[in-house]
């Protein structure tokens, strides 16, 4: 447990001494968000219909821009390699990363996320289920990421490739909590979609520790 | 030298049932596109635009069975290191790549008249394009790097990743209350599709999973050609 905590305060540090690369893809999730009311001035009834899926949508193209980095560098210095000495099961190490990279971007991200839907027009009833469901998908897309940096370690156009292999396994996350939102007011259908969140949440968290760890043993052969 | 013994044997066995499959493949293809398209009766209510089913669903068939197939060589690559089901698994991907765009392309057509639109976002469609994505996803993976068992083996994490979307596609249409219709073929209590219509799906099955075998057979000759080619050109390169 001190080592998983270790790992997280590592990538804590590591994260604030480079704090442009959290600025910058937090400016690139806001700027994104700005860009729909710019674009639909004309209409703001659509805006706040589509709100939701804005504010996600956007939330998944961020989060795509943040993953590549995140075992290179380990993997070049030699750190991953130490690791594996350190006792630690790599599953655990994948969920660590995985935990601090949802503190690094998922956090920022889900406390922006009311400010930005007051640009986008959400009705105001939205935001607690907003934040719900950010707070159960967020951590499920930092999960998914971690397995897709592990895939392309040393790989060609990392950043790209990661892209193309996550967002299809995180189409479920983004249908059920853009469906959760606007089923506002509903209590029974958002309970169901919270729950299916909830459930794609725990399964993922075996599933991406098992196979990310596979991934990182086989990379350091 | 195992895995090259293995090799030999698997392409002895696999060049002997080539022919086989060839012939049921070019075979099966006019009989049942004739009893398909010419033979078999109009649908009282969809007209002949029912006959598009007899080209879309074993399509749908081939895509899955393509994605199994990928799912299973990597977890024995995974598992067993061979070399074999690596080429399999990448094989398999881009021919159940064309499938799924088989099935997709077709079942456009097809609902533009039925349905009234060619998409729908419902579940089964959904499922089925994710699965289109990620045979995407595997080919890019799996081609992304230097070393080509590296590449595999990431893929194959991948593949294996991806296949929680299998039952999910074969079961969204009984989970959901979708627009697309559930199966009539796989029921407990036999089909519930008429014999005359029934005949030329199975058959145009049958010329599609032999399609599919002469399809992995060429395929997988071609990979393991261009390994060997490799291998003699680093061989080369150290000397």
Redesign the interface.
């Known amino acids: 447990m001190a080592l998983f905590l270790a790992v997280i305060i590592r990538d804590l540090q590591l994260a604030k001494r480079h704090g442009t690369d959290i600025a910058m893809t937090l400016a690139f999730f806001v700027l994104v968000v700005a860009l729909f009311p710019l674009g639909l001035s004309s209409a703001p009834v659509l805006l706040s219909k589509i709100a939701p899926a804005v504010l996600w949508v956007t939330v998944l193209l961020s989060a795509m821009l943040s993953f590549d980095q995140l075992f290179q560098k380990d993997y070049e210095d030699g750190w991953l390699e130490q690791l594996i000495f350190s006792g630690l099961p790599l599953s655990m190490l994948v969920l660590a990363k995985a935990c601090a990279h949802w503190l690094i971007t998922g956090l920022p991200m889900l406390l922006l996320a009311p400010l930005l839907a007051v640009g986008l027009n959400l009705p105001s009833k939205s935001y607690p289920i907003t934040i719900f469901t950010m707070l159960l998908g967020t951590p499920v897309i930092s999960l998914f990421g971690t397995l897709g940096a592990a895939l392309v370690i040393s790989a060609r156009r990392p950043g790209l490739l990661i892209t193309i292999i996550v967002l299809p396994l995180l189409i479920p996350v983004l249908i059920f909590a853009v469906s959760a939102i606007e089923a506002t007011g509903d209590w029974s259908a958002i309970r169901v979609r919270l729950l299916f969140l909830g459930a794609i949440l725990s399964a993922a968290i075996p599933l991406v520790g098992i196979a990310a760890s596979n991934v990182l043993r086989q990379s350091l052969e | 030298m195992h895995h090259i013994s293995n090799m030999n044997r698997f392409f002895c066995i696999a060049n002997a049932i080539l022919p086989i499959f060839c012939v049921v493949s070019a075979g099966m293809f006019p009989v049942g596109l004739y009893y398909a398209l010419i033979e078999s009766p109009a649908d009282y209510q969809q007209g002949d635009t029912v006959r598009i089913m007899y080209v879309h669903v074993p399509a749908a068939w081939g895509a899955m069975i393509c994605y199994l197939t990928m799912a299973m060589a990597s977890a024995v690559f ?1 598992i067993y290191n061979q070399p074999l089901a690596n080429l399999a698994a990448r094989a398999a991907a881009p021919i159940g790549a064309g499938f799924t765009l088989i099935v997709l392309v077709t079942g456009s057509f097809w609902g533009q008249p039925v349905w009234g639109t060619g998409w729908v976002w419902d579940a089964r469609l ?1 499922s089925v394009l ?1 699965l289109f ?2 045979y ?2 595997y080919i ?2 799996a081609n ?2 230097e070393d080509p068992d ?2 595999g ?2 893929g194959a ?2 593949a ?3 296949a929680i979307n299998l039952p999910i596609i074969k079961f969204s249409v009984d989970w959901w209350n979708t627009l697309h219709q559930s199966s009539s073929l796989w029921r407990i209590r036999g089909p519930s599709i008429v014999p005359e219509m029934l005949l030329p799906l199975l058959l145009m099955g049958c010329a599609y999973f032999s399609l599919f075998v002469v399809m992995m057979i060429l395929r997988l000759r071609g990979l393991y050609a261009g390994r060997l080619l490799r291998q003699m050109r680093i061989a080369a390169a150290s000397r």
């Open positions: 995974l959904t994710i994505f990620l995407l996803g890019a993976l992304a790097f590296r590449g083996r990431a994490v991948l294996l990743v991806g």
